[in-house]
């Protein structure tokens, strides 16, 4: 399911009783326009329009993000930890083993948890986080040596 257009940072924030700085609103912002992203990709970005932005400050506000339940990060494996708005949908990803391109996939049967395990060992089951690993299109079309830039 893809976000509502307009995305409002501040009454994301207010709504989630997080306070409203510049720099919160500028880590949604660069999360909209660039879904999947490491924490390198969104400082940039950010700096882009905050140079006196820190790395450091970036990582807060993703944490504090993520703890309100407006971001989440994702951690395929072999690969730093990525961050989308994308959250409450439970949701997959597939990846691609080439440029490590990132795409959203719905659930694979359409209602949490998705998957049923054989056993639960007593736990009661919310959601099932699957990764769909392969090669994308872009790729595909490329000679094996010529693989797109990493777009994380």
Known sequence: MPLAS???????????GLRVTATRVAVIEALEQLPHSGVETLVARVEADLPTTSRQAVHHVLGDLAGAGLVRRIEPAGHPGLYELRVGDNHHHLVCQRCGTVADVDCVTGHAPCLTPSETKGFDLAQA???FWGVCADCSTSPAGLAPATHA
């Open 129 to 131: 986080e699957v990764t």
């Open 6 to 16: 307009p995305l409002d940072p501040t009454a994301m924030l207010r709504g989630a």
